[in-house]
Structures are given as C-alpha cells and as structure tokens.
C-alpha cells in the first residue's frame, strides 16, 4: 500500500525529490548499448526520465502496479524526448516476464512500500539472467537527523514510519538490504551510503529536499496520523512547524539513502 497516495501533489514532490537527487543517487548508475533493464516500481517516472537519459542505448521496460502512475509516467518521458523506454502494468510479485528476460533490474523506492520485500527480490532475481545485476536504492526515515533538535518533530516523523509500518511497509528497510539480497540468493552484494546533508548554503537542497520533499512527505500524512490516533492536532502542529526550522537560515538537515547493488 502506498501511503502517500496518488495526488497531483504527491506527483510534484517525487519530481522534486529526484531532481534535487539525480547526482548523489544516480551518477554511477549507468547501463551498457543494448541492456535490457528492468525498472520495478517506476511510479510517475521520475527515476525513469534520469535513467534513460543516463544509458539512452540500454533498452528499458518500467512497470508499475498503478495505471495512474503509468499515465504519469508515458507523460514524462514523451515531455523528455525519450524512447528507449516501453511501459507495462504489472505486480512485482506477479511479473508477467520469461526467466532470464533481462541483463539487470533496477528499483528504487519500492520495498519500503511492500509486506513482502523478501519475496520481490526472488521475483525480480527470477527475470534476471545468471550473471546479472540488480540496483536498490531505498531511504531510512530513522537515519533523519536535524538541527535545531526538537522531540515534537521527530514525532511527526515517528508517526509517518507508524503509519507505514500498519499498512505492511518499513520506512526503516534502507538498513535491511544487505541481509534482504543475501537471503534472496544474490552475490557480490554492495552497500552503498549515500549521505544527505543541506543548510541554507546550499538553497536548492534545502528547497529540493528538505522541504519539498521530506517535509512534504511527512505533512502528507497528516490526518492518516491523527486519525489513527498516534497524536493529537496540536502536538502535530507543534511538530510540523519545528521540522521546518531545520529548513531556516540556521536550520540542518541530514538523511541517509542506502544503495545496493548485486549479482545473480
């Protein structure tokens, strides 16, 4: 279940997101002339646009389980002048792919949002051909660190990794993809930390990221949270309105995205 919905809004914040983090996330994500890529989970296409762009002769196939999203996605590619990508609706448990159909697989995103992370890494590896590689980029909400310190806004944030956690998801899974693609049967696997850190120095982070991503991300779930019954309107308020702080001239913020790639 994906709790940050379908809105436009949502679609607004996963294009900022991946522009402020093309370079820390994707420069050394590059496919050969003539791979098969398989990208998991592609949702609006905001990671799809960077990757083609990044192996424009590498031939990749995005599904995603949303129709909604796929339409989005279609969209954002054609605006990019893109062609080297073919869309599909599909599950990731239930990939409609022969074995071996692909060169590599590429997520990024997706298993924080599964009950059965485990199980999709089987099926994504089952596309794979022996020797082939496998990309997963997830983020840690518990690795979010911020400046000025405020327990009222790391409640919000709590609440949002609550919230994820009932609906079969773990805002938390970043640390997990070692153990995660070891018990998948993958090889030669490689954890990559890629450290986040904005201050007002740094204005298109602080805009890109901290604000119109995380903290949107966070606000979004808003009445998911006090209707759960994780913390009353005020206490919320109260936080939402110190975790902007961290995007204030004297503000800090940190997060840190995990990235893992392996072999089949």
């Known amino acids: 279940m994906y709790i940050h919905g379908y809105s436009e809004r949502e679609n607004s914040r996963l294009k900022d997101q991946s522009r402020t983090l093309s370079e820390l996330l994707h420069h050394d994500t590059v496919y ?13 296409g905001a990671q799809t646009v960077i990757l083609a ?3 424009p002769q590498a031939q990749f196939t995005s599904v995603d389980v949303s129709a909604a999203s796929l339409e989005a996605a279609r969209a954002a590619v054609a605006r990019a002048g893109i062609s080297n ?9 239930h990939l409609p792919f022969a074995a ?10 997706l298993l924080e949002h599964l009950n059965r ?8 590896g089952r596309t794979l051909k022996a020797g082939g ?8 909400h518990g690795s979010t660190f911020f400046h000025p310190h405020s327990a009222a806004a790391r409640r919000t944030i709590e609440c949002l990794v609550d919230l994820q956690a009932r609906a079969g998801g773990d805002a938390l899974v970043g ?12 090889r030669d696997i490689v954890v990559s930390p890629r450290f986040f850190y904005a201050d007002s120095s740094r204005p298109q982070w602080v805009d890109g990221f901290t604000e119109k991503t995380f903290i949107a991300m966070v606000e979004g779930v808003r009445e998911q949270a006090l209707k759960a019954g994780l913390i009353e309107p005020e206490a919320w308020d109260c936080g939402i309105a110190e ?22």
Do not use: M, W
């Open 85 to 93: 990508v073919l869309f599909k609706q599909a599950d990731v448990l």
């Open 32 to 44: 050969p002339p003539g791979a098969r890529v398989l990208e998991a989970g592609c949702g609006v």
């Open 243 to 264: 975790l902007r702080a961290a995007a204030g001239a004297e503000g800090t913020f940190c997060y840190t995205f995990f990235k893992a790639t392996a072999v089949k």
């Open 133 to 140: 590689t496998l990309t997963v980029i997830e983020g840690d």
């Open 53 to 55: 762009r990044n192996s």
């Open 100 to 109: 071996a159909a692909f060169d590599h697989v590429f997520v990024c995103f």
């Open 175 to 186: 640390r997990r993809l070692f153990p995660l693609l070891k018990q998948a049967a993958f």
């Open 117 to 124: 992370p485990l199980d999709a890494l089987r099926c994504l």
